[in-house]
Each structure stands twice: as structure tokens, then as C-alpha cells.
């Protein structure tokens, strides 16, 4: 019988491996744009997402957004939002990728106060569902198609 990982590669699902923090949040390494960058990969985050301190990093085009951004014990923030981006995590691509760009400080700021590294922004479910996600928590893998 094959297995799990014979199978998805089979598929042409592609392996990108994640770390556990201290926090139990789950870190992946992502570039957006060529630029490398450290993410929280978010099951519950509708949209991935950067903080507004990583638009000059990742090379990005913010517009003004009328949405309003709420998260884990923040709601009515101020959004932008980036379009046309090139999106990568390990060897798996996403050519026309959409941000939104928020104030991710109280997001950094709890990972500090558990002396975590801080983090470039969030991937959501919006890329799970593109790339068919599927998170292997056991081995610290996620696999997108």
C-alpha cells in the first residue's frame, strides 16, 4: 500500500514543510513577490494577509480598502489591500494573489510576550481553498495542489 505522501505527490501536491511555535501557531516561510518571509499559516483567517510595516518589503501596490479588517480580539481595522502579487511556499505558486494589508502589531505583540519571532502577515484560507490544501498537523506539513 502507498503511502500518504506517495499518494499527494502522486497528485502533484507539493510539500511545504511548517514549525510549531511556542504558541502552538502554526510559522511557514512564504515570498511574496521574490521576498522571503516569515507567516502564521491561519485555518481560520478568510483572507492571508501582511501588516502595513511589510509593504515596501514585499514590493507591494496597497489601495485603499472599504473593508474593515477583525481578528482575534480586534474588529473595525483599517485595511488596504494589494493586488497582482506572486505568492510562494516551497515550490507551489500562486501568479495573481490578492493581500490584505492591517495592523498586525497585536499579533507580533502577543508572539513577543512568549519571546517568538515576529511575523510578515498571515496565510488563510483563501490559499487553502485555491491550492487544495491539506495540513498534515502529525508532520508538521502542508500540501497544496
Known amino acids: 500500500m502507498k ?3 506517495e499518494i499527494l505527490k502522486k497528485e502533484n501536491y507539493k510539500k511545504i514543510n511548517f514549525k510549531v511555535s511556542k504558541t502552538q501557531h502554526l ?8 521576498v522571503k518571509g516569515n507567516f502564521i499559516l491561519d485555518t481560520g483567517a478568510s483572507n492571508s494577509c501582511v501588516g ?3 509593504i515596501e518589503l514585499f514590493q507591494l501596490k496597497a489601495k485603499k480598502s472599504k473593508t474593515r479588517a477583525a481578528g482575534a480580539g480586534a474588529t473595525g481595522m483599517f485595511t488596504q489591500v494589494a493586488k497582482n502579487n506572486v505568492l510562494q511556499l516551497g515550490r507551489w505558486k500562486e501568479l495573481d494573489f490578492n493581500l490584505v494589508i492591517f495592523d ?9 510576550q ?3 519571532k515576529p511575523v510578515h502577515g498571515i496565510i488563510g484560507a483563501d490559499i487553502l481553498l ?3 490544501g491539506i495540513i498534515d498537523y502529525y508532520n508538521h506539513c502542508l500540501y497544496l495542489k
Open 52 to 54: 502595513f510595516e511589510s
Open 104 to 112: 498586525l502589531s497585536h499579533v507580533n505583540a502577543a508572539l513577543q
Open 114 to 116: 512568549y519571546k517568538a
Open 130 to 132: 485555491e491550492g487544495k
Open 27 to 34: 510559522l511557514i516561510k512564504a515570498s511574496i513577490n521574490g
Open 3 to 5: 503511502n500518504f505522501q
